[in-house]
């Protein structure tokens, strides 16, 4: 079972750079969820989908944007990357608010 | 809105001591708790979870008690080993997909 797959595992931008991290499920999971993890302050919610072509901001959605085309795929695209975006940045899927969160394995991210 | 606390880390112990790992939420109506643990280089996993007030959430001896009446849902383990080592996540969820996270506690186990 692949679960969640993140790509690429690692990544280094220079600021004012623009990219997409992409995100991908196997489980048919309804929910999908980009989380940002910064040393000191848990993971904070950037943007959220409950459905194919329908997304949301979370906490931190400043600089980020998403789709959601089909059920299995979530990119999270970086508009003009700084470095206050250096951070690992986990997608996880699931299926309701009673059901455990699957996440991926991240991508660290670093902005020179 | 929501909020998680969890007790300051990081947490030190030697092998086979009793492990407590506190965490107090804030919800507006009724949501889903969630202990998650975290490996080095991992993405975060389930440990346990309790979806309703006095709910026990219990998996590889961990245990966690959903009390309302406290807002709370302590993790407890009777006898932490070195593979406990982690970092572990308390969460809550009160819409699908929008999940709330405490800051983590990193836990060490010395043999």
């Known amino acids: 079972n692949a679960g969640v797959t993140q790509t690429p595992k690692f990544q280094v931008l220079k600021t004012g750079q623009s990219m997409t991290l992409q995100c991908a499920q196997d489980?048919?999971?309804?929910?999908m969820s980009w989380y940002r993890q910064d040393p000191g302050m848990g993971l904070r919610l950037i943007h959220y989908?409950?459905?194919?072509?329908?997304?949301d901001q979370g906490e931190v959605p400043n600089g980020y944007n998403v789709s959601r085309s089909t059920t299995e795929d979530f990119p999270l695209r970086l508009l003009s990357a700084a470095p206050s975006q250096t951070s690992v940045y986990f997608c996880?899927?699931?299926?309701?608010?009673?059901?455990?969160?699957?996440f991926g394995q991240g991508t660290r991210l670093t902005v020179v | 809105g929501d909020s998680v606390t969890q007790m300051e880390g990081p947490v030190t112990l030697s092998e086979e001591a009793f492990l407590t790992i506190n965490c107090t939420y804030t919800?507006?109506?009724?949501?889903?708790l969630f202990w998650y643990v975290q490996y080095p280089g991992e993405g975060l996993q389930l440990l346990l979870k309790?979806?309703?007030?006095?709910d026990k959430g219990s998996n590889k001896g961990f245990e966690a008690t959903y009390r309302k009446e406290t807002t709370s849902f302590h993790l407890e383990k009777g006898s932490v080993q070195v593979s406990d080592s982690a970092v572990y996540f308390c969460?809550?969820?009160?819409?699908?997909?929008?999940?709330?996270f405490g800051d983590g506690t990193t836990l060490t186990v010395k043999p």
């Open positions: 309790a979806t309703k007030a006095d």
């Open positions: 996880a899927s699931s299926t309701g608010r009673h059901t455990e969160a699957f």
């Open positions: 489980m048919n999971h309804e929910y």
């Open positions: 969460a809550l969820n009160e819409i699908a997909g929008k999940s709330t």
């Open positions: 989908s409950v459905g194919a072509g329908i997304t």
């Open positions: 919800a507006t109506g009724y949501p889903s």
